[in-house]
């Protein structure tokens, strides 16, 4: 199983820079037009496909978290496609410590973990992952720093975009 791991915002949908704010609802979602036919053609090449995406503003109490998988939803609808998406929703700064530490928030590993083993539990473990034929794309470091800490190679999100 090769599986490919995407950031969501700046790399599969606009994210603030594109904005010049963070997504708050699903109207604001707008997909990178190049990304629909690139996840099309690694779907027909076999590959599982994974969104990972830090929303620290859950914890920081900008946005709810109900608001951050309708946005989510509206991303998966826009690309016609079946991906699971992983959200971390702490944050460093969080006021409430219970949302200030956790193993899921990029650059750490825990959200990659989380969907191999979902990934791998979901089909009666007869699948073993391909983890070094696996990608990681991102467009910060902290993608670029996860995809190390799991062995995965690494693309930035504009020359992935460009690629294909």
Same mark, same amino acid.
């Given at each position: 199983?090769?599986?490919?791991?995407?950031?969501?915002?700046?790399?599969?949908?606009?994210?603030?820079?594109?904005?010049?704010?963070?997504?708050?609802?699903?109207?604001?979602?707008?997909?990178?037009?190049?990304?629909?036919?690139?996840?099309?053609?690694?779907?027909?090449?076999?590959?599982?496909?994974?969104?990972?995406?830090?929303?620290?503003?859950?914890?920081?109490? &900008?946005?709810?978290?109900?608001?951050?998988?309708?946005?989510?939803? !509206?991303? %998966?609808?826009? /690309? +016609?496609?079946?991906?699971? *998406? &992983?959200?971390?929703?702490?944050?460093?700064?969080?006021?409430?410590? !219970?949302? %200030?530490?956790? /193993? +899921?928030?990029?650059?750490? *590993?825990?959200?990659?973990?989380?969907?191999?083993?979902?990934?791998?539990?979901?089909?009666?473990?007869? /699948?073993?992952?391909?983890?070094?034929?696996?990608?990681?794309?991102?467009?910060?470091?902290?993608?670029?720093?996860?995809?190390?800490?799991?062995?995965?190679?690494?693309?930035?999100?504009?020359?992935?975009?460009?690629?294909?």
């Amino acid at each position: 199983m090769r599986i490919l791991f995407l950031d969501m915002d700046g790399t599969v949908r606009w994210g603030k820079k594109q904005l010049g704010r963070y997504i708050s609802t699903p109207d604001d979602v707008v997909v990178f037009k190049e990304v629909p036919s690139i996840l099309t053609l690694y779907r027909k090449a076999g590959w599982e496909i994974v969104g990972l995406s830090n929303q620290g503003g859950i914890a920081l109490g &900008y946005i709810s978290f109900d608001d951050v998988l309708r946005n989510m939803n !509206r991303t %998966r609808v826009l /690309l +016609c496609d079946d991906m699971e *998406i &992983y959200v971390c929703p702490h944050h460093p700064d969080a006021p409430d410590p !219970r949302m %200030r530490y956790c /193993l +899921c928030r990029k650059p750490k *590993i825990g959200m990659i973990c989380t969907a191999v083993s979902d990934l791998i539990c979901g089909t009666a473990g007869d /699948l073993m992952w391909d983890q070094p034929e696996s990608l990681v794309v991102g467009d910060r470091d902290e993608d670029r720093l996860m995809a190390a800490s799991a062995g995965i190679p690494f693309m930035w999100a504009e020359q992935w975009r460009m690629s294909r």
